[in-house]
């Protein structure tokens, strides 16, 4: 085996509604450009997501490779070439903060949550609390921020806009939240 990619800024995202076509998919991207491989697995209902990291030009010239062999199988893509340091962070787990007010976002894609959560972290001083992607979700995904109230409803409507049409499952703002709710959460 090869020497592995170096860590880069940017992640991509395809999710497909073909899990054959997203085995096919994910080894034209991994072998057209030097990225890393982050999560490749099928998802409810029988969809393929592949998440890929690296530096920019890479990870945008496999998404481009990625969009052409997925072709009408594709669902859903996402390109960031800078996110917040806090989206990487929680997408290895739930991340503990002091629960001021809570957003919820939940969507019907998983590029929708990624790019949802993103602008909204972006948009105000708030932290991730956790992201949940399509799996045990039927292939929705949902993420989680806290914050003061008015940077959590400020976070909030840049996340939704950003969703993208159609794609907002749900959001809800708790402005006082019990603190058991944390465990709930995580």
Known sequence: MGDAPPEGPALGLLELCSIARGVLTCDAMVKRSPVRLVRAASTHPG??????????DE?????????????DALIDRLFL????????AVLGGAQVWP????????????????RGADVALKAAEVHALRIALARDLGGKGFFV???????????MRA??????????AGAEIVANPHPDLIDALA
Do not use: F, M, W
Request: glycine share 12%; charged share 25%.
């Open 99 to 114: 629960l001021e007010a809570v957003g919820v976002l939940e969507t019907y894609s998983i590029a929708a949550t990624l």
């Open 159 to 168: 996340g939704r806009a950003a969703v993208g049409e159609g794609l907002l």
């Open 145 to 155: 921020l806290t914050g003061l109230l008015h940077d959590v409803e400020e976070a």
């Open 59 to 71: 990870v945008a010239e496999a998404l481009e490779a990625g969009r052409r062999i997925a072709a």
């Open 47 to 56: 969809k393929y997501s592949i998440l890929i990291r690296g530096g920019v």
């Open 81 to 88: 070439p800078n996110p917040h340091d806090e989206l990487d």
